[in-house]
């Protein structure tokens, strides 16, 4: 059974990692960070196990990321971050694209939550210097991945493939790993 209140934070070491790898992704020139949120509320949060909510939460959120790389035609990478339940009510994710993604697109696929604390702006790697912080680790990065913020990491494929293409179709996607095989309704 999965542990989904253990606090789970990144080193400062990976911390850095992190944001070189994000910073080193070619193929997706568009880089976001996002926060979405939930209502304050949900109906069904009363009627679940702790374990049963943040499976939901998390299918909420893959379903987000399907749907958003489904409607913008785009390949999505994704590194995102979860609250801790009954902390926050929010997830965050710098997301990478392969295509331009306009906030309002962004924004309109959320379904599960409310306007406020809505927000999907281009991520900015230089957040710290532009902004006189002597700290470079510092950023969105670190503000998602830090134990500092009591986020879980979400660990899922590589890639969020829209499967428009034939050959992501069939099982060949150039962006996903060598070994992953698309599940196609025939």
Known sequence: MKNYFEAVGLSPQEIAELKGQIEGLGK???????????????????????????EKRESQIRGYFMTLSQMTKSH??????????????????????????????????????QGKGKDFKKYNPRWAEDNGIEDLTRGAVKYIFGKHHQHRKLKWGDVWCPA?????????CKHREENYKIKTSA
């Not at 996002?34 to 949900?42: D, N």
């Open 164 to 172: 428009k293409k034939s050959s992501c179709k069939n099982g060949n």
């Open 76 to 113: 999505l990478k994704v590194f995102s971050a979860i609250s801790r339940p009954h902390i926050n009510k929010h997830f965050h994710v710098i997301l990478c694209s392969e295509k331009p993604i306009p906030a309002s697109t962004g924004m309109r696929f959320w379904k599960e939550g």
């Open 28 to 54: 997706y020139p568009h880089r976001y960070f996002v926060t979405m949120t939930w209502v304050e509320h949900p109906k069904w949060a009363y009627q679940m196990t702790g374990v049963e909510f943040e």
